[in-house]
């Protein structure tokens, strides 16, 4: 529009300037052919017939006929009327801080925090921000502190403080993230995350809460003792039944051992017989030739070189035949 407007203004002021004469030491105007070029100025109407539109960024149209358009224009070079106007909205990540948010709990008790939260414009609903709020400062004001505010008011009244300070402040927090970013997507506004840099909820519940955590400490540590107690004692009954088994074991092999060794005896018993201890005499005989046995002593009679040997035991056999009997082969 402004290029419209500058082009024929331009336009106008080349077309007198063009047909002004000087005749006798006054002015006047005659229409002539150099005026044709006062038509220039209107190139200048050409540079409103497109825009540009810088990276991370989107352009909103406003007509001044049809107001602002539901179409928006993505990074680079457009064509466009020469009445529109352009608008851009950056949709880069935006961070803002948050101090002194005060949220409501359960238990009647007030906790104060303190974020920083991340967020970019949609794209596609740009126009619906620019409609709303025209510039990312008015949205920080009018939009993401007062949503921010909701949505902790929402969460924290759910809980007791000793339970967002404590072991549910993870929950907390996520709850909080997820309302926050159902809000802010009714709005046009993509959430991306939430930091809480601080959490305060006065120095008597601080002070209470380390209690709790210190007595809740003391609970667990005598129950890790009782379990290791528990668990010591059993090993010990689990060592006595092992020991108690490997007695049994062991007598029972004992049991087994003596029982082969009283049956292997019984079986080298029942194999001598009269009939074997005259073979094994009868060996001894054709061994060492001439045998006598004496009171349980061998005396044996080597004939073949006529000498003898008394108290000789090296291949005796004695049958257990009275003393002082000769037997003779």
């Not at 203004?9 to 002004?20: C, D, E, K, P, R």
């Not at 209470?208 to 129950?223: L, N, P, Q, S």
């Amino acid at each position: 529009m402004v290029f419209v407007i500058g082009g024929i203004v331009l336009t106008v002021v080349l077309f007198i300037l063009l047909g002004l004469r000087s005749e006798n030491s006054r002015l006047s105007f005659r229409f002539s052919g150099r005026q044709v070029l006062a038509l220039l100025g209107l190139v200048v109407v050409a540079f409103g017939c497109y825009t540009v539109v810088p990276a991370n960024s989107v352009g909103i149209i406003y007509s001044p006929f049809t107001g602002v358009s539901e179409e928006t224009l993505p990074e680079g070079i457009h064509p466009k009327s020469p009445f529109d106007t352009v608008y851009f909205l950056s949709t880069e990540v935006q961070t803002q801080s948050i101090s002194n948010v005060t949220g409501q709990t359960k238990d009647a008790q007030y906790i104060t925090m303190t974020i920083d939260i991340k967020y970019h414009v949609d794209t596609a609903n740009a126009f619906r921000i620019f409609k709303q709020f025209r510039t990312l400062d008015n949205m920080n004001s009018s939009l993401i502190s007062p949503t921010v505010q909701r949505s902790i008011e929402t969460v924290t009244t759910q809980y007791n403080v000793i339970d967002v300070l404590g072991e549910f402040r993870n929950e907390v927090y996520q709850k909080i993230e997820d309302d926050l970013s159902t809000r802010l997507g009714t709005n046009g506004v993509t959430f991306y995350s939430i930091t809480f840099t601080d959490t305060d909820a006065g120095d008597e519940i601080e002070e209470a809460i380390r209690a709790e955590a210190v007595a809740k400490k003391a609970v667990e540590t005598a129950e890790q003792e009782r379990e290791r107690v528990e668990i010591e004692a059993q090993e010990r009954v689990i060592e006595a039944q092992a020991d108690k088994d490997k007695a049994a074991i062991d007598a029972e092999t004992a049991i087994i051992k003596a029982k082969a060794e009283a049956e292997a005896n019984r079986l080298i018993a029942e194999s001598v017989t009269p009939e074997l201890i005259a073979l094994r005499e009868a060996e001894a005989r054709m061994e060492h030739g001439w045998v006598t046995v004496q009171g349980g002593t061998a005396i044996v009679d080597a004939r073949g070189d006529g000498t003898s040997s008394s108290g000789s035991t090296a291949s005796s056999y004695s049958s257990g035949t009275t003393s002082g009997t000769d037997t003779q082969q």
